[in-house]
């Protein structure tokens, strides 16, 4: 019943975040989180973090720690996810944030680390806070960050990315650029909330030559070629490409996180970030281990060289993607399971998936435009297909991914960093008060199984 009742609560507080920044005397938007999660994105678009995968982990390590260290100076009151420590006192919610983000950063980014430190004390020296309280926040903060970097130096990230060998048969993936494929033991890295690689796996991918097969071929031929597609098609795979430069596919949805949290207060708008980017984490090592267990080649790979006799169907030689393909296996993307880990994730956390919103691209991605969704999931089988019209992927990488994705976010947000208790922290209380007149039936969480997410209108806003 407790459960079923903290569920209504964050129902309730999803419409009244927005009502409640009127409201006086409520704490609200973390400035603190939102400058760690916008610093880490720069990081990223400045290649610190690596690829995807890589990125994704760092999120997740960044975010985690940023939790817990706030989680420390509010009495506790979710469980920690690294620190298992009493309560601090004498610190600063926005200074432990600070802190504990940037060390952290500046631990996984050491050729950045010399600008970040001075950030994180230009960030501190802002803030509003005695030189006790400053030092002792920054203490805990970097203490707590510092250890949780220690303890996962041997999760095999380290090594994952070795020499890969490829298979000579049809349907074998093949290097689609000279570079080492990338990561190919990342599927090895210890998980970060799912049980192990295997929990959300998508299983085995259609059989070459099955007519299932040679559907989604036919598909991607059509829609994903460089003079294929639709405007709206095209936009939509440039949208959501988020390559070289960019913030990366899961970086992607800490900026539509970090645009949903200025109504939280720090603890919340940390807890939420923490969620999102285990979430992804854990997508990525899931996908990982799925891409390089199966090894499927890339529709440029097929188009370019099937015939009847290998594949049943006619090739295209000299067809070129919309998109540049990326150099590792096909199935299952990346970039689905990125995306429905997240958007599980947050709806887990606000208690609804039916929340609307608006996301830019980023400014690298050379894409003008805004996109609107009217639920998380809607956005996730967007960015999903937009792998299909940019050419890189088949329906068969996609679809199941993003759906076993969706359940992982929600099992992170169901089994971590819980409510020790049953009671809101003060600053949630008005938000939650607003709500409950604002929202008359509190959505319930789904399990996202085959045909189990209702597809929604969606627009794209070009800006002016």
């Known amino acids: 019943m407790t459960r079923l009742m903290n569920r209504g609560l964050k ?4 419409v009244a975040t927005v009502a409640a920044l009127a409201l006086p005397n409520v704490a609200h938007a973390s400035a603190a989180v939102q400058d760690v999660n916008s610093t880490l994105l720069n990081s990223i678009r400045a290649g610190a973090a690596g690829p995807p995968p890589r990125a994704a982990r760092a999120i997740a390590m960044v975010s985690v720690a940023t939790f817990d260290a706030v989680n420390a100076g509010s009495h506790m009151g979710y469980q920690g996810y690294s620190y298992a420590g009493p309560a601090v006192s004498g610190v600063s919610k926005d200074a432990l944030a600070i802190s504990a983000g940037y060390t952290m950063m500046a631990n996984l980014f050491p050729t950045l680390s010399a600008g970040l430190l001075t950030t994180m004390n230009t960030r501190l020296n802002a803030l509003p806070v005695n030189a006790a309280v400053r030092a002792n926040s920054l203490s805990v903060g970097s203490s707590i960050a510092n250890n949780f970097f220690n303890a996962r130096s041997s999760d095999g990230a380290a090594g994952a990315q070795v020499a890969y060998v490829p298979g000579t048969n049809p349907g074998d993936f093949q290097p689609t650029n000279p570079n080492p494929p990338v990561l190919p033991l990342w599927g090895n890295v210890t998980t970060f909330a799912a049980t192990s690689n295997a929990q959300f796996a998508n299983g085995a991918p259609l059989a070459l030559g099955s007519a299932q097969w040679i559907a989604e071929y036919n598909q991607v031929k059509a829609l994903g070629c460089s003079t294929c597609g639709t405007p709206e098609q ?3 795979a440039r949208f959501w490409a988020d390559g070289g430069g960019t913030f990366t596919p899961p970086g992607h949805w800490i900026d539509i996180t970090n645009g949903l949290i200025g109504g939280l207060s720090t603890l919340e708008a940390a807890r939420a970030t923490a969620l999102v980017g285990m979430s992804v984490a854990d997508a990525g090592i899931t996908a990982w281990n799925d ?3 199966y090894n499927t080649w890339r529709p440029v790979t097929a188009i370019n060289n099937c015939t009847l006799a290998t594949c049943g169907v006619a090739g295209e030689p000299g067809w070129t993607p919309l998109l540049a393909t990326p150099n590792f296996p096909s199935y299952v993307s990346g970039h689905s399971s990125f995306s429905g880990s997240a958007a599980g994730a947050l709806a887990g956390y606000f208690g609804t998936d039916n929340l609307a919103f608006c996301t830019p691209a980023d400014p690298a991605a050379g894409v003008v435009a ?5 639920g998380f999931s809607d956005a996730a089988f967007e960015a999903g297909i937009s792998r299909i019209y940019g050419g890189i992927h088949y329906e068969d990488d996609n679809g199941k991914a993003v759906r076993n994705s ?15 208790g049953a009671v809101p922290e003060p600053a949630s209380w008005a938000m939650l008060i607003v709500g409950f007149g604002l929202v008359g039936a509190l959505a319930r969480r789904r399990n996202y199984g085959v ?5 929604r209108r969606r627009q794209s806003v070009v800006a002016a």
Do not use: E, P, W
């Not at 129902?11 to 999803?14: C, D, N, R, S």
């Not at 969706?406 to 020790?420: E, K, P, S």
């Not at 045909?451 to 597809?455: D, T």
């Open 406 to 420: 969706l359940n992982l976010g929600n099992f992170v947000a169901d089994t971590q960093l819980q409510r020790i």
């Open 370 to 374: 805004n996109r609107c969704f009217s």
């Open 11 to 14: 129902a309730a507080a999803v």
């Open 234 to 236: 095209q936009l939509i």
């Open 451 to 455: 045909g189990g997410v209702a597809r």
């Open 291 to 293: 891409k390089y267990t």
